[in-house]
Every structure is written in structure tokens, then in C-alpha cells.
């Protein structure tokens, strides 16, 4: 018989990268075709990111010269988050349900007095502030509407634009709360749902936690024997700044809602506790959320005189110089520093896609990508051999 070419023969090392090449794209098929049941999955991924060094520290803590099982570990700090938010339960929520009762009744208080004398008081005033300030603009009456005023470049009905409003927010007013057995039925359903929801995720990430470093092993071996340092330097430079990203994202948000209320409480700013929690939760969205969360506080402020509003937004722009200048640097260095356009771009990307669970994810995801491709690209240089050691020994 005749000898076999040496082109015939498969090439061991070709076959194993196609077979791997085939795993991962087996994965991606996966998770595109299941793609709406990801968020409790990417949800119990973060959590168990975040409480990883947690559990690693309390997995060198030695007990009669045993260490502490890192099921233990997590136990422990499920144990504490639960009582933590027992407390909260006990101490905040009925100051919350009581602030939000409050805006409820000064609200429905202030619509019922917008009676046609007061909004044409109320038109007098701002036509003057307008007018003091050089802008021509009339907020006239009907009968001045059919009239005509000379010299003015815009005139605005706002006693019929206040009336529309006040009919529109009633008429929303009574659709949603007319059937309150259906309402009822769908906040009991949703709150079920909520809990179980959660500790479907708290049960998904202890399960991540538990087995974190089986995982990694698993995913690695997933990848070619002879990338394996690379895929190592890899994984420990997406680790440095998702860490950043995560977990000092998650510490300013506290850090920005603690100064938030402090200053609310300082300037006698109603609404203190509601307006801090609505902060803190939206500052988990970079820029956009530190936007969304301050306009609220100034308006409220501003309701109590315009001075109390320029100092309050003194005090949030303060809030934010000192997170940018002093909190970022510290809590997330130079590893986890994103460009703001990177970091805009991915935002407006994934609530676009997502809706605001993208657009909570959107960092995160972000800095993995970018940390991927800044590795590639000093992998790509040729002039630079140790780019990478040294970018790592830097970062």
C-alpha cells in the first residue's frame, strides 16, 4: 500500500481547536436561544462576584484548626444580609411608607387647589420673573389669548395647559386605581413572585460560590493547553477590573446615598429619606443616574425657596467632585477606569436593548469587554514583547 501523505494526516493540534471552537459556539447557540431566562442567572453571577472576597476571607479563619467551609462562609453572610434587611424592614420602611403617603396627599392637596384664580396668579408671577429676565413669553388668559398682546414673541394658555394636565393625571389617577381588587391581585402576585425570584437567585449564587473554583477550572479547560498563560493573565485582568467596576460601584452608590442624605437632612429638604434611597439606587447607573436621581432633590428644593435649591445642588455637584476626584481613584483605580464615552455608549446600548436591566448591566459587561480587547491589542504588538507584563505589573 502507499504511504500516506504527510498533508493526510489530520493535524492533532487543528482538530482540537475545531472541537473547541464547536463547544463554544454550542454555548453561544445556548445562550441565544435562552436569552430572556439569563437576568436571574447574570443576577446570581454578580452576587456571587461581589461576596467572593468575603467568602475567601472567612475560608482562612481556622476553627479548632479546621477552616471554615466556604458553604459555611456563605451561610454566614446570607445570615447577615437578611438580618440587615430585617432592620431595614423595622426601622426604615414605615418612614418611607409614611414619606410616600406624604407626597401623595400634599400632591392630590395641590392639584385640588388649582382653582382658575389661583393659576392666573400663579401666570402673573412667572410672566414677571420672565419678563424681569428679558424672555417674551405671556402665559395669558383665554380672553387675553383672543385679544392679542403686542410685543410679545410667544403666548401660552396655562390656565388651559395646567386644567389638560390636572384632567389627564385624574384620568390616569382613575384607570389604574378604579378596579382595586385587580390592583390588589397584581401587587400581591408581583410581590410573590419578587420573593421567590430572590431566593431563586440567592440559591443560584451560593451554588456559583461554592463551586467558584471548579467553574473557573471547567471554563478554562474549555480553552487551548498552549494558551494557557495568557488565558491566565487574561482572566486576572478582566478580575481587576470588573472588581473595580462591581464592587466599587457598589460602595460609592452607598457612599453617595449616605452624603445625600446627610445633605437633605442639613438644609431641611422634604422628603430626605425617600429622595437619598431613590439616589442610592439609581447611582448603580453611572452618569445618567446621578442625573435622573439629583433633578427630583433640586425640584423639591426649589419648592421651598431658590436659594435652598442653589445650595442643595451645591452640595450634590460637591457630592459628585468628591466621587470623581477622590472615591473613583481609591475604591476603583486606574485597572477598572473606563472612558466616559466607552462608558455612555454602553449604557444608552444596553437600555436600548434591555430596557434598565441592560442598561444595569451595561458597565459591567463594558469592562470585560474592554479588558479583552486592551489585551489583545498589547498581545498584538510586535515591538513590545513584555507589553503585557508590564501592563499588568502597572495595573
Not at 202 to 215: K, Q, W
Not at 239 to 266: E, H, K, M, Y
Amino acid at each position: 500500500m502507499p504511504e500516506p501523505h504527510e498533508s493526510d494526516i489530520p493535524d492533532p493540534r487543528r482538530k482540537r481547536l475545531v472541537i473547541l471552537a464547536g463547544l463554544w459556539a454550542a454555548i453561544a447557540v445556548v445562550l441565544v436561544v435562552f436569552h430572556s431566562v439569563l437576568l436571574p442567572f447574570a443576577s446570581a453571577a454578580l452576587i456571587a462576584y461581589l461576596v467572593h472576597p468575603l467568602v475567601t476571607r472567612l475560608t482562612r479563619v481556622r476553627v479548632r484548626g479546621h477552616a471554615v467551609p466556604r458553604w459555611a462562609g456563605i451561610l454566614l453572610i446570607y445570615s447577615l444580609f437578611f438580618l440587615v434587611l430585617y432592620l431595614f424592614f423595622i426601622a426604615m420602611v414605615p418612614q418611607l411608607y409614611g414619606e410616600l403617603a406624604r407626597v401623595s396627599r400634599e400632591g392630590v392637596a395641590f392639584v385640588n387647589s388649582l382653582t382658575p384664580e389661583r393659576i392666573h396668579v400663579l401666570a402673573d408671577r412667572v410672566e414677571e420673573w420672565l419678563r424681569a429676565r428679558g424672555i417674551p413669553v405671556a402665559l395669558a388668559t383665554p380672553a387675553e389669548m383672543r385679544s392679542g398682546t403686542p410685543g410679545v414673541g410667544l403666548m401660552l394658555d396655562m390656565e388651559k395647559l395646567i386644567q389638560d394636565s390636572a384632567a389627564q393625571l385624574r384620568l390616569l389617577v382613575s384607570r389604574h386605581l378604579g378596579d382595586i381588587v385587580t390592583l390588589s391581585r397584581g401587587i400581591i402576585t408581583s410581590v410573590v413572585t419578587g420573593v421567590f425570584m430572590m431566593f431563586f437567585i440567592l440559591m443560584v449564587a451560593a451554588f456559583l460560590s461554592i463551586d467558584a473554583h471548579a467553574i473557573v477550572a471547567y471554563v478554562t479547560s474549555l480553552l487551548p493547553a498552549e494558551y494557557g498563560t495568557d488565558s491566565q493573565r487574561l482572566l486576572e485582568r478582566i478580575d481587576r477590573s470588573l472588581s473595580g467596576v462591581v464592587r466599587g460601584q457598589v460602595t460609592i452608590c452607598l457612599v453617595n446615598g449616605a452624603l445625600t442624605f446627610i445633605g437633605l437632612l442639613l438644609f431641611g429638604v422634604k422628603f430626605a429619606f425617600l429622595l437619598a434611597s431613590v439616589a442610592t439606587v439609581f447611582s448603580l447607573i453611572p452618569i445618567f443616574g446621578t442625573i435622573l436621581s439629583s433633578v427630583p432633590i433640586v425640584l423639591i428644593a426649589l419648592a421651598d425657596g431658590f436659594q435652598k435649591g442653589v445650595i442643595i445642588l451645591v452640595w450634590i455637584i460637591g457630592i459628585h467632585a468628591l466621587e470623581a476626584y477622590f472615591l473613583n481613584p481609591k475604591i476603583m483605580g486606574s485597572a477598572a477606569r473606563i472612558h466616559p464615552v466607552i462608558v455612555a455608549f454602553s449604557l444608552i446600548g444596553g437600555e436600548k436593548m434591555f430596557g434598565l436591566v441592560g442598561a444595569l448591566f451595561a458597565v459591567p459587561v463594558a469592562s470585560i469587554l474592554v479588558a479583552c480587547f486592551d489585551y489583545a491589542r498589547l498581545k498584538a504588538q510586535p515591538t513590545q514583547p513584555s507589553a503585557i507584563e508590564l501592563s499588568g505589573a502597572i495595573d
